[in-house]
């Protein structure tokens, strides 16, 4: 009989022996009782990692960036040459018509008789139309494009609508207050995901409704606690990132202490190094 050798099939961690036999047919016998001890031991022992669950939250633009430079010489070309190939339009040639019979009632051979198609009606001209459009156009009022651009107003989503921007809130770190993306520890029975969502929910004073983008993360960061928050057995948090995209949400008013809407170019103001290296991997300036 040959020797016995030994297997092992890492998905599965388990331990199997292969015997020959003299016929040459396998006996394969399941030894699980190392995998076991060695499954109840990692369980047991409890990890001096607590898991946090954190979500990137953007707000997409609410209207077109401006243009640059380049982009109005080419709009202005693309309009001349639109404006060269074009045919008149029904107003310009009702402007066309108005100037003809206008001209005819100057001339000194001018038959009325022609104006009986008009005669019962009320008329309105081009030029007419043309001034109470004009009228319209000075009493309408235009939405701002901005709601301010100042970081003292970084509490309200409504800033920079035509940038993309990222909540941050402000959370007590030991005795530090750090700008974090929303986040929270994870509990037992959850996904990730679901913390993450919960991380959103719980956030106070605030009713924001998002749209998550996948059940993984995109992104993860590894912090120490300060020494004097260290527990026995307890050294830092891992953080996973997930990223949503506002829906909707209630006009609040948020504390400008506590919450934060600000663009990708600002993160290095309110961030620490490390944490805003990990963030900007996965943040995209929509």
Not at 43 to 49: E, R, Y
Not at 71 to 91: G, I, N, T, V, Y
Not at 105 to 127: L, M, P
Not at 141 to 146: D, E, I, K, N, V
């Amino acid at each position: 009989m040959a020797a016995p050798f030994i297997t092992v099939f890492r998905p599965f961690w388990r331990i199997i022996t292969t015997t020959t036999s003299s016929r040459g047919v396998r006996n394969v016998s399941y030894t699980s009782q190392q995998w076991s001890a060695q499954n109840v031991k990692t369980a047991g022992a409890a990890s001096p990692w607590a898991l946090h669950g954190a979500v990137c939250v953007q707000r997409l633009p609410v209207v077109s960036q401006d243009r640059s430079p380049i982009e109005e010489e080419f709009m202005e070309l693309m309009s001349k040459m639109e404006f060269e190939r074009s045919l008149l339009a029904d107003h310009e040639l009702k402007l066309l018509d108005d100037a003809a019979r206008m001209s005819r009632k100057q001339e000194e051979d001018y038959d009325s008789d022609e104006e009986e198609d008009y005669r019962d009606k009320e008329i309105v001209t081009a030029q007419d139309l043309e001034d109470i459009w004009e009228q319209k156009l000075k009493e309408f009022q235009p939405a701002l494009r901005s709601q301010g651009n100042d970081q003292k107003e970084a509490s309200s989503s409504e800033r920079c609508l035509a940038d993309s921007l990222i909540l941050l809130v402000k959370k007590d770190v030991g005795s530090q207050k750090l700008w974090l993306l929303p986040q929270i520890q994870w509990q037992m029975g959850e996904t990730l995901r679901q913390t993450a969502e919960r991380a959103l929910a719980s956030l106070p004073g605030a009713d924001l409704k998002a749209t998550f983008l996948g059940n993984a993360p995109c992104g993860f960061y590894k912090y120490k606690y300060p020494k004097d928050i260290q527990k026995e057995g307890s050294v830092g948090a891992k953080v996973f990132f997930f990223k949503a995209v506002l829906s909707s949400h209630k006009h609040l008013p948020l504390e400008n202490n506590s919450f934060a809407w600000v663009k990708k170019d600002e993160l290095q103001d309110f961030l620490k190094p490390e944490y805003l290296k990990q963030v900007r991997r996965f943040i995209m300036a929509l």
